[in-house]
């Protein structure tokens, strides 16, 4: 009986160009950078598009056509979209044909990617709005369920959510507060009235993001008729098998020659070989299940590292000093009313300036240093810095003056 | 298994100038702990002990074994103008190798175990009588030591012919490593990279130096080794012109010597900023330690580094730093600044992001200290005596 709800995470960062202590004041463009490492967004997108979402659209667009049962959904950062719309506005409307088939829902987030929700309520509430705006701009939907960047999620969240009138809200169904239940029903968040809570099943999503490829894994290699066994086998003890993952993870973190695109291929064709499964989208998965508990979240969970919490982004010394830099300027931003300047302070509140500067490189390093476009995290934590010292000048002189033309 | 060490070295603590001594030491006692058995010789008579070691002196006249660390050749026909050069410390080689065949002859070895090229002529003499494997550890040779700029032929040639008559090759470092197979040839297969490692035994609560400067607020970046070409200290001064122009409360402090030493300060004066330099000389033990806990930051700058000992010296005495690519430590340190001698644009942004953003040296350290528990000479005698088995 268990619905499969495919969720895919689309996010690409403007990582933030080598910007040096001598550029503060002088150099205002953060972003631009022009070299052929990775830290030249325009590339790396252009990369990722090439190796994942081109290909990866069509297939999930044959699947689509193929099989009417099959549904998928995506999260968009604003950050990737506009960057779409500027560089590559093919890919842009390959996502668009997805979603024109009516099949495929969008969810809700920050535009920025950001980690607002923990440090300003009302800038938060400002970029999920912005998003909003976005996405019903582009695909002309208006999203009904939320997740939050990293799946950062909290009691706190969810009862924001459901005032907000979210149908939704998705999580990491981690042990330390599911305990002996499973991930693979709906379940409603203490404190909240109507909103359910969809679990990210990671133990069968995981086996396709990091061990697809990974040949000593005992279960290498992964087939779509093994995997979808598993998946059957919940039969009777789950409704809802979320299988939530970066969309990257199809040709850019599993490499086509790996398979992977012949797994995904393969993967509707053997679930729905079981009569008894299906595939739903979180808001079709909410009109059909009741939820079957309360869970308690009164900490932050994510879905990163072994300690699921938000020590990839603000768990050193560098990391939680730039974050703070950056929110203690926001009545200081907001008060020039200059839009370049709110732009770029928000672009700078991306979750993943913060993850460059992560310093836990022994146990999960290797993820970390994947995913790295700078030399160590400490460069990355200069870069940051000194752009965002430059931002902290232009606020400053910008106060200054009535009219302002930073 | 404990195997009988015929090891062979030139200098001891506190006799040494450069990390040639050090490392041997380090080296020694930790194998000695693991149960090997270390005759140690000395080209001459100091006044060392060394707990568990047997030292020999092999009486080489003290005129040919002179009182410094060979550094290059051209350095020390700068320092002493001799002619024709250098004979002293080839001489010294040489008479080395003629004591070594009455040493070799009274021991009873399983392993030769040779440090640097001043050693090489007695190491091979030592196999010849002995007949055992021969092990050469390279902490240095003349190549990055001069920085490829007119290496000594006779020096190279002793290289060579200590790296051939080896068994096994012990660099310092894979930035060595590729010194030895693309500048001597050594076939890959001989060679085994054992990083140094590095001791906790200082004293943690020395009296604080340079206060007046700390007290006026005065931040302190530290240039600490032999002031020659190999160690880049030019580029610390134009790096420092820099950082002055941005921030003037740092005191940028010169310990060490060498034949670099005026170049460095007329440098510093042409560029205006011979005021904010402090040169202390070559300071050794407390003096040092005490140097090392005041400043905010190292810079090790070298052109060409086998390894870069003083690094984790600094890094276990709480101080960050700033190391060279061009160096040994910078392939195996995670949790240090690491830049390009010759960009000092870079090497400025670094030394003022560490002044300017505080919680960059002070993860920096946090991390550094804990990363710093894998660099113990322990591990590095568990290598050297898996290459003693392999050997006997």
Partial sequence: ?406 | MSPNVLMIGWELPPFYSGGLGIACLGLIQALNKKGAKITFVLPRKMDVKVDGINLIFADVNEKSSMVTSYTSSSEWLKLFSIDPFPPDFIQGAIEYAKKMYKIAKKQNADIIHAHDWMTYPAAIVAKEVLGKPLVVHVHSTEYDRTGGHNPNPQVYAIEKEGLNCADVVIPVGGYMKDILINNYSVPEEKIKVVYNGVDDDFKKDLPPALTSFKELGYKIVLYLGRITLQKGPEYFVWAAKRVSEYDSRVIFVVTGSGDMQDYMISEAARLGILDKFLFTGFLRGDDRDRIFQAADLYVMPSVSEPFGLVALEAIIRGTPVLVSKQSGVAEILKNALKVDFWDTEEMANKILAVLRYHALPSDLIKEGSKEIGQFSWSNSADKVMGIYNLLI
């Fill in chain 1, 1 to 406: 009986m268990p619905s499969i709800c495919p969720y895919f995470q689309v996010h690409q960062p403007l990582r933030i160009k080598r910007y040096r202590v001598f550029d503060v004041g002088h150099d205002h463009s953060y972003f631009d950078d022009e070299s052929d490492s990775n830290l030249n967004n325009r590339k790396v997108l252009a990369k990722v598009a090439e190796k994942s979402y081109l290909p990866a659209n069509e297939l999930i667009l044959k699947l689509l056509r193929k099989y009417p049962q099959f549904r998928v959904s995506y999260s968009f950062s604003g950050v990737i979209l506009e960057q779409l719309e500027k560089y590559l506005p093919k890919v842009l409307s390959s996502f668009k044909k997805l979603v024109n088939t009516g099949r495929v829902e969008i969810l809700s987030e920050t535009y920025y990617h950001s980690l607002a929700f923990f440090y300003s309520l009302g800038e938060f509430e400002s970029q999920v709005s912005q998003h909003r705006e976005k996405v019903e701009k582009i695909f002309g939907v208006k999203p009904k369920v939320f997740r939050n960047t990293e799946l950062a999620y909290s009691n706190e969240l969810a009862k924001w959510a459901d005032r907000k009138g979210y149908k939704a809200i998705l999580a990491e169904g981690w042990d330390s507060f599911l305990g002996w239940r499973s991930p693979n029903f709906l379940y409603r968040p203490k404190g909240t009235n109507k909103i359910k809570l969809m679990l990210k099943n990671y133990k069968l999503s995981d086996d396709i993001a990091f061990r697809f490829s990974e040949q000593t894994w005992s279960q290498w290699p992964l087939t779509a008729d093994k995997f979808a066994s598993w998946v059957s086998n919940i039969n009777g003890n789950g409704q809802v098998v979320n299988l939530f993952m970066d969309y990257e993870t199809f040709g850019e973190h599993q490499w086509a020659d790996k398979g992977i695109f012949e797994f995904l291929e393969n993967l509707p064709k053997e679930l729905i070989k079981h009569p008894d499964n299906d595939f739903v989208t979180p808001s079709e998965a909410v009109k059909r299940y009741q939820v079957m508990d309360e869970v308690d979240v009164p900490f932050i969970v994510t879905w990163a590292d072994s300690e699921r919490d938000l020590s990839a982004w603000v768990g050193n010394a560098i990391q939680t000093s730039a974050i703070d830099f950056i929110y203690k300027m926001e009545n200081g931003i907001k008060n020039t009313s200059n839009k370049r300047l709110l732009n770029d302070w928000r672009r700078l509140q991306t979750s993943d300036h913060f993850y460059y500067m992560c310093t836990k490189w022994y146990s999960d390093g290797d993820v970390h240093k994947y995913f790295n476009p700078y030399e160590s995290p400490y460069d990355a934590f200069i870069s940051y810095m000194n752009a965002a010292s430059d931002l902290k000048l232009r606020m400053e002189k910008s106060g200054k003056k009535s009219t302002s033309y930073a």
